[in-house]
């Protein structure tokens, strides 16, 4: 079954501990990317990735760091996370960087203490 | 700048009931691409249409239909014979061409409640 695959789906934690949030797609698409949704402001874009070794920052990425070693995974790393980090995730893939269907993983609940 | 408005927060109602949600998009690029997605209880992003800047024609696919309007900018969704499974948070997004990425925009979102 083609998917995108994200975990944790629900984590809390407390301020300044690293964690990682994985994302992992089957479907060999090239373009990967991360959006947060908050209330009232929708989903907005965090970073984004055209390929393997090839990332970006989208409108929203302070605080992040992503990378993508691998075409199936684009990992989401939060350093030192703060309250404001407190949102839900998800994970995005499409075949190209063109203007295709984005795939969305299930989200990721995260809590920020 | 891309921007999409979904001026309707939340709308409620009963089963049956024809509902049009509407989106409004600013952008001055020519080539761009429109998208609607739900977002059930359950929290997942589902895919409904995407239509392209240069396609005004209009789409139906089953209860669902969708109006493009590029002299007012608009992009409405409308349900006919709404059912409580249509209960959803539904965004209207736009995707234009920034560099070498092609982000969704997404609008605030509307919750539709559809009440037995």
């Known amino acids: 079954e083609a998917q995108v695959t994200q975990n944790p789906r629900y984590l809390i934690t407390v301020t300044g501990k690293k964690l990682t949030v994985t994302c992992s797609q089957n479907?060999?698409?090239?373009?990967m990317s991360w959006y947060r949704q908050d209330p009232g402001l929708g989903l907005r874009q965090i970073y984004y990735s055209m390929n393997v070794e090839v990332t970006d920052k989208g409108d929203v990425p302070e605080g992040y760091k992503v990378s993508r070693k691998e075409k199936r995974n684009f990992p989401l790393i939060l350093e030192s996370p703060s309250p404001n980090q407190t949102s839900l995730y998800f994970c995005?893939?499409?075949?190209?960087?063109?203007?295709?269907?984005?795939?969305f993983g299930e989200g990721s609940r995260l809590t920020v203490l | 700048a891309q921007k999409v408005t979904q001026a309707q927060t939340e709308i409620s109602v009963v089963e049956k009931e024809d509902v049009t949600l509407d989106c409004v998009y600013e952008t001055r690029d020519t080539t761009y691409y429109l998208f609607w997605y739900k977002q059930p209880p359950s929290g997942e992003l589902v895919f409904l249409i995407r239509r392209n800047s240069f396609d005004e024609q209009n789409e139906i696919s089953g209860r669902y239909s969708w109006n493009f309007q590029k002299s007012t900018s608009s992009f409405n969704f409308t349900i006919t014979a709404s059912q409580v499974v249509d209960s959803a948070v539904y965004f209207c997004?736009?995707?234009?061409?920034?560099?070498?990425?092609?982000?969704?925009?997404f609008g605030k979102g509307t919750r539709l409640s559809v009440i037995a």
């Open positions: 479907m060999n698409h090239e373009y």
């Open positions: 995005a893939s499409r075949q190209t960087s063109e203007f295709g269907e984005l795939f």
């Open positions: 997004a736009l995707s234009t061409r920034r560099g070498g990425n092609t982000p969704l925009v």
